[in-house]
Every structure is written in C-alpha cells, then in structure tokens.
C-alpha cells in the first residue's frame, strides 16, 4: 500500500481526508486506484495532474514505479512558459 | 495608383525599385527587395529593430516612405560586415554573448555603429542614452553595453 | 522514465561544460541573415489579414463578406463558418483564434482574408459587414467575480467551485497543510494585506507571424516562429481534421517567446486560408494585434494573512489569489497558490486561487506563469512584517528558509535545493552592505520555480570525415543550440565545433514539448547525453570488430575507442573521425538517438536584491543597482544563464515601475503598441549583476537544473520592497508608476 498525499481542494473528493492508501506499484495503478476509489476525483484525474514521488515531478510516466516508502503527493498539472 | 520608380544607393550598390506612394522603406527592403535583415517589431519607431541609416544619419526605416531613399545612402545590417569579415561590433556581439533571440540585434548594430562614428569614446550613460530607442526584451541589455564599449575600446585601439 | 539507474550524477571534471564557446547561430544574427517568422516568402504567395472585433463583448449575429470577396485581388475570406467542430481540447484554442457565437474581447477574432497584396487585404477587411450586438463587458477580476457580473459562459464552472459564484468563476484551488488559525493565535504580530497587479505582456520584439500552404491531398507546409512546432502541428492538425504527419512545421528562428508562442493565434487561420486559395498564405501581426490579441498574463487581487514571532519565525501563512485569465478558463492561479509560500518551511500554510474570466484575451504563459504576482504579495507581506518587527530581512528569510528535507506548501519534500546558499550568498555579498543615500532603499526578495521534463526526441548522426549532426525538436529561444553541442561534444570527447546541432522540422522526429518549463537545457541535455552515448557504444562495437575482440573490452575515453585494459590486446586507440571514416565497411553510417517523456526536473530558487532611488516631486524610481542570486545547478554556458539571469530580472523591473494593460469604460485597450506599453529601455537600467549557485540537481547527468523562469519571480516584490524602503510607505499596488509612488508620497 502505498500513502498517497491529496492536496487541499481535492480532499473533498475524498472524503476529506489528505491522506489516503492506495496498492499501486506503479503511477498508473495509483491513478487508476484513486479514480477507483473515489470517483468524485475522476473530474480532476482527467483534467490532468502531476504527481511528486519523492520530491520528483512526473506528468503522464505510467510506469514510473512507486514503492511502499516513497512519498506521493497529487499535484495540479503543471507547465511552463 | 501607379507605382513610383526610385533610385537609391544601398550598402554601396546602386538600387532601384517600384513602390506605391505609402509603402515605408522598410516594407521595401523587406518584401520588395528580400532584405529581412532589418525587422518590425512595432510599426511606429518605437523599438528600433528596424534602423538603418539614411546619409550616415540613424533612422527608423518604418517611419520613412520608401519613395524617400531617392538619390540617398542608405545602409543596412546587411553590408556591415565587410565580406568574410565581421565588424568588430559584430565580433563583439557574438563575444559577450549579448544576444538570446537576435531579432533586436541587426537595429542594436546599425545603432551603436552610428554611436561609434560620432563619439568612439562613450560612457556607460552615453551608450545607454544613445540606443534607448532600440528595444531589447531577452538580454536586460547588460551584455549589449559591454559589448558596445569592449567593440569601441578594440576600434579605438586600431585606429 | 527515471533516468538516475542509467545516467548517473558522479562529479567530474568538465572539459567543455562551464566554458563560454560562441553559438552557433551567432554569426547569422548578427549579419542579418537568420530567418524569423517573418522573414519567409514563396512564389505566388498571398497576404492574410485579420478583422478583429471592436467591443470588448458582443454576440456576433451576421458576418456577409460579399463585398470583400468580390474585391479584386481578394482570394478568399474564412469565418468560424469554414472550421469543423472542433475536439473538446481544442475547442477554446480555435474560439480564441476565430470567434464563433461571440466576440469576447477588443481585438477578438471574426474573420481573415487571403487578398494578393497587404493594400487588397486592408481594404478587403473595410468591406466585410459583422452585425453586432454589444453585450455589457467586464475587465475587472473582483468585478466579474461579484454578484450579477456580466457573464461570458454560462455552466462552464467546474466542479471545485462552490454553489452561489458568478458564471465567471471557472475553478477554484487549494493547496496547503496545517491550521492557520492555530498558526496565527501562535504569532506575535499578525499582518493582513491585500495586493494587486495589472496585466502585462511578455514583449517579445518579433510580433507572430507564418507561412502556410496545403494542397487539396490535406498535405500541408507550415513556417512560423513558435516555442512549439510540435505543439502548432499537433493543434493545427486537430484543428483541421488532417492527421498529425500530413502536416509539417518548420520552426524559425524565433524572436522571443517568454510563454507567449507557446499557443497558436495565426496558424490555424493560415492554413485555412491556404486550404481555401490553394496558394501559400502569409500572416503577420502588427504589434497592436500582438498586444491585444495574443496571450498577456493575469492580472491579480491577492490577499495574504501571515503570523511572526518576534524573533522572525513565520507560524502562519495563508493567500487568497484571485486571477483573471482572459476570455476562456486556464488563470495560472493553480500555479500561483502552489508557488507562493514555496520558499519556506511552515507548518500552517494555505492558499486558495480563484480562476476568473474577464472580457480579455486569453491569457498565455509568461514566464513563470502565475508565481511573480503571488511572490509580489507574499514577499512584501514578509518584509512588512519583518521591518515592523525591527528584523534584518534576510536574516527572516534564512530563519524560514525551506531546505533538503522540508515539506513544501505545495506538497511534496524537498531534495537537496539552493536557497539558503541563495540567501548566504547574497546576505555576505557587498551589495547588501553597500550605503544608501537619500530617497534610496534597498529590497530583497526570494524567488522560486518548478521547471519541467516532458516529451524530448534527439536524433545524433556522424558524417564519413566525423562531424557530429545533432536534430532536436526545441526551437533555441535563449542560445540552447550552444548548450547541446557543449554536451554533445563533452560526452563524445570531440571539440565543440565538430557539433553542429539544428532544430528539425516536425516530419524529422516524433514529438517533442514546446520550450517552455526551463526545460530545454535540462530535458533535451540528457537526452543529447544519452544519445551521445547510444552512438559511443555502436563506435566502440566497430572499433571491436577491427580489432577481432569482445564488445564488453571496449571503452570509449577522451574521444577514441580504447582496449579496456591490457587484456584487451595492444590496439591504438581508433578517434571518432577514424571509426566514422570506415563505418561503411563496418555496418554502415553511425548514429545514436534517444527519446523521452524526460523527468526528475530540479526546482530552482533565487534571491534577487535592488537599490531604487525615488525623485520625491515626480514618483520616478530610478533602479541603481540589480544582484541576481540564483541556483542553477551546474551552469552549462555560463554566459547564457547569466543572460537568464538578467533578462528575467529586467522583465520583473519593467512588471513592477511600468508595464500594465489599460482598458477604458467600453473595455477597449488604450495603450496597444510600445510608445504607451512602455518596457525598460538601456538609459532604464545598470549594469544587472549575475551570481550563479551551483546545488547539482539529482535528477540530470550534469547536474543542470533549468534557469528560465524563477528569475522573473522575485524582481517585483524586490522592487517594490526598495521603493517602500525608499520613501518610507508600502506599495501594495502594481505597477508602481510615477503618479502612484508620488501619491503614496503625499499620503505618508
């Protein structure tokens, strides 16, 4: 299981909690898991979101691997200019 | 409206060309005659990226008609260079690295060439003053003064 | 994909890495010779304009266009009437380009022309009839967000936004942790400031321009200046229902960007154009249509509470960032609330942003999009504070200071990351002690930035006589091709001008992330690195073949194949112009390439100081001295990051004493051109003085972290924090133009 951090708005989707447990070992089994689980972040899942791991920004790497340690934070999607 | 014939002398070569009556110099040098060298960034002289100078005089070619180039001088980015060789403001340029995007470089040359024939010793203030009407938005114009003053101290030292 | 198993971050000593090498673009700029956007033609070419609309909003109820069509020398004239209903990714982009039910801002799009001269084509758009009907506007992000604000969508609101909002509120965000109110009750001294900023445009000199033909098969050319050529294929192809690999983008030298061309404006409109006359279409704006219509930043209303012990320990932190974005939804506010409080290491800290639409232009990138507002109001709430308490205001920041193992405000925990060394650098740097005459204040200011990956093709090809030919996909906006080619050629141990890296056209590679995010040096670097590498192993497979040994007993060092060891056998070594000379005989031409969805970006800080003089009977502020410090991990050219540098800094000086968007009553822009929208000048401005800080990034082979974009962060709350000092009143409103300081003059 793996500790997934939910930033301040998105925390309604889930129940209001910030922190949640997901089984994942990879990006896209988090993602898929959280949608799973909460549908109401489903909205937010499709608009696009990064996510840290580890003090690491990653954006659409569905198998970037995740480990029961790391530490995953949903971010907004982020981009530059 | 028929179109006016105008002779001109551009970097050293006898010119002539066709334009309508309210078609600036820059229009010409640009669609008419193929020299790009020289850019709008706005229209109405005030970034500068499009000065050349018209008997030796600095001038924004956007604010010029084309018809007025008969019987003048002018003279472009283009034939700053002396065939293979640069200029050392040109030389300079590339040196201090004082350009990102390039598109205000051509007018910052012909500008601070036009300093440089008047007053080969300026200040730090002086060269600022003299290309404040040349917009530069990647650089913060740092490097471009210093490459300004370095080119002027090498000519200073050759001549 | 982690690149860390595969790369590998040991130190080493560079040979060419940190050394000043001239570009290879340079003596093309300088002669006149490169290309930009518009600088292309092509035989029996056309000219296209566009008409834009006169009100700030208004339903469009009839365009006839017979009139112009029928105007000799006119070829064509589309309207929304001619695009196909677009994909929903893309639906706002072509609104924005060409308006459909609805003009939403001065300056909007309604029509364009293909005419065979600029004189037909002005005269063309004189002869086009648009009904309108104007519709009440609003420009105003706090007036569109109150009760009964004129509405330009109506149900577009998503699902963040609670019941009871005006339409024109799209999203709202939070970000944050802890309990504000605990942290607040916890403080000596509680502050509670409101904020605002103006909108202002990224100024780059070159306005947009394009060349676009297509011919009736749907294969089509398109030249334009563009951050992205990648990215103005992709979205013109769903834009005009033709695939991805019919159309092919050639990037042109590009005259700025800043975020700004990290959109399409004109070229969807082009290739229409081009579509419908069958001839090659050229479109360039003039500077009123770039400021007008393309993509200025938001203006915000920001509101900040912060708590702070008397000693300087911040116990709370809490923004409110309302944004307006333009016409459509996407504000940078998200962008904005994560970035605020970045800096520091709190335990209470919360922000929330607002997304507002305003009868604007679309907001585009600039920059950084979203963080210098938010750090305007965070970092002179800060030195409020800080002053107010009687403390050294770096000394308040390094207390604060957000370090390796802190929890960001905006989430995750931090690696190892520069801003203490930042702000020791600067507190022991001379300037921070230098004197300050009358009227004269110094500020500091802290600044940071995310930086990007994403999306990274590079194709490495070796001629016969051994020169390197690099592709990548990232139009050069700040001297990137240099940087390439210092990598490219540290890694294969050839000297830099055996390099020679161009940007290919968009049917050379498969996909690549506009320049944008400070991504380029970082994320197009490790894949050069990489690619250098792929093509390191296949010459060190040939010289083996020459040799009749294994592989795995070849090594590649200082530019040659090598033996790995006695061994091996007593081979002299083969250089990479030997190996190139035979690669037919030994299996045919040598290359390496690598692609990648790059991540591991490093975050980047920077402290910015400033002295500002203030005349006390005009308000002028005069900038007297700039020191950027600024984390760039390992600083490829150094040359090139110090311009980062600079150039960020200047356009933060400008944003903060100058720059805004003006609209009057009816929402028309009244300052659309460079006289009235008045960016720094040479006579503006010193010398901008640049301090690199080397904190290796973890996550790049180099080390590089990008530099872009965090120095435009902290400029105007530094600037605004010396003109405070200067004249003894807080500033709280941008720009800080003349008749403002001289009215916070008066008021003191």
Known sequence: MVQVTIWGSLAA???????????????????????????????????????????RIYNDSWFTPIHEDSEVVLLARLKGG | MSKIHVTTTINGDPVDFLCDGGESLLDVLRDRLGMTGSKEGCGTGDCGACSITVDGRLVCSCLMLG????????????????????H??????????????????????????????RNPDPTEEETRYWLAGNLCRCTGYDKIIRAVLDAAKDMREAS | MALDSKTGTAPRDFKIIGTRPARPDGIDKVTGRA??????SAPGMLVGRVLRSPHAHARIKSIDSSAAEALSGVHAVVTRADFSAPGEDVADILDNCMAGEKALYDGHAVAAVAAASAAVARQALKLIKVEYEPLPHVTDVDAAMATGAPALHEGRANETVPEGHSPNVMARHAFGHGDIDAGLAQADRVLERSYRTEATHQGYIEPHACLASMGPDGQADLWCCTQGHYMVRNTCAAILGITQGQLRVTASEIGGGFGGKTTVFLEPVALMLAKKTGRPVKMVMSRAEVLRATGPTSSSSVDIRLGMTSEGRITAAFAELRYQGGAYPGAPVDMGAM????????????????????????????????????????????????????????????????????????????????????????????????????????????GFWFN????????????????????????????????????????????????????????????????????????????????ARAAKREMCKRAAQVW????????????????????????????????????????????????VNAEGAGVSFATHMVDTEVDPETGAVKVLRYT?????????????????????????????????????????????????????????????????????????????????????????????????????????????????????????
């Not at chain 3, 592989?551 to 112009?577: C, K, Q, Y």
Request: charged share 20%; glycine share 10%.
């Open chain 1, 13 to 55: 989707a889930t129940d209001d909690q910030t922190e949640v447990e997901i089984q994942a070992s990879t990006l896209r089994e988090l993602l898929d898991g959280l949608a799973a689980r909460y549908p109401a972040l489903k909205p937010q899942l499709e608009r696009g979101v990064s996510v840290a791991i580890d003090g």
């Open chain 2, 67 to 86: 018809a007025e180039a008969e019987g003048r001088e002018i003279a472009t980015i283009e034939g700053m260079a002396d065939g293979e060789t640069l």
């Open chain 2, 88 to 117: 050392p403001l040109q030389r300079k340029f590339i040196e201090h690295a004082a350009l990102q995007c390039g598109i205000c470089t051509p007018g910052i040359l012909v500008a601070a060439q036009s300093l440089l024939e």
């Open chain 3, 35 to 40: 290309r930009f956007g518009a600088d292309m």
């Open chain 3, 339 to 446: 970035s605020a409080f970045a800096p520091y290491d709190l335990e209470h800290v919360r922000t929330i942003g607002w997304d507002v639409v305003t009868n604007r232009p679309k907001a585009a990138a600039y920059r950084a999009p979203g963080a210098p507002m938010a750090a305007f109001a965070v970092e002179s709430a800060i030195d409020e504070l800080a002053r107010d308490l009687g403390l050294d205001p770096l000394e308040v920041r390094l207390k604060n200071a957000a370090r390796e193992g802190t929890r960001a405000s905006y989430g995750p925990t931090y690696p190892a990351i520069g801003l203490e060394a930042t702000l020791r650098t600067a507190r022991d740097h001379p300037h921070w002690s230098a004197p300050l005459g009358p009227n004269q204040g110094r500020g500091v200011a802290c």
């Open chain 3, 452 to 531: 990007f990956g994403g999306d990274t093709c590079v194709s490495l090809n070796i001629t016969p006589d051994g020169t390197v030919n690099l592709s990548e996909g990232n139009p050069d906006i700040g001297g990137s091709r240099a940087s390439m080619s210092m990598m490219a050629a540290e890694e294969l141990g050839v000297p830099y001008d055996k390099v020679r890296t161009v940007i290919a056209d968009t049917g050379a590679l498969g996909q690549n992330e506009v320049t944008d995010g400070s991504r380029v040096t970082f994320a197009v670097g490790l894949a050069t690195i990489e690619a």
């Open chain 3, 548 to 595: 009749g040994i294994d592989e795995e007993a070849v090594i590649w060092e200082d530019g040659a194949a090598r033996p790995s060891g006695p061994n091996a056998g007593e081979h002299p070594p083969m250089t990479l112009a030997e190996i190139a000379a035979i690669a037919s005989n030994t299996g045919g031409p040598i290359a390496g390439h690598h692609e």
């Open chain 3, 628 to 748: 950027v410090f600024q984390d760039a991990g390992k600083a490829v050219h150094p040359s090139y990051v110090e311009g980062q540098f600079q150039g960020g800094a200047v356009q933060g000086i400008g944003w903060a004493l100058n720059e805004e968007y003006i609209y009057d009553d009816d929402g028309i822009l009244q300052n659309a051109g460079f006289l009235d929208y008045r960016i720094p000048v040479a006579s503006d401005l010193p010398m901008i003085d640049a301090v690199i800080l080397e904190i290796p990034n973890p996550g790049h082979p180099y080390g590089v972290r990008g530099v872009g974009e965090t120095s435009i962060v902290p400029p105007l709350a530094a600037i605004a924090n010396a003109v405070s000092a200067s004249i003894g009143a807080r500033m709280n409103d941008l720009p800080m133009s003349p008749p403002k300081v001289l009215a916070a003059i008066q008021a003191r």
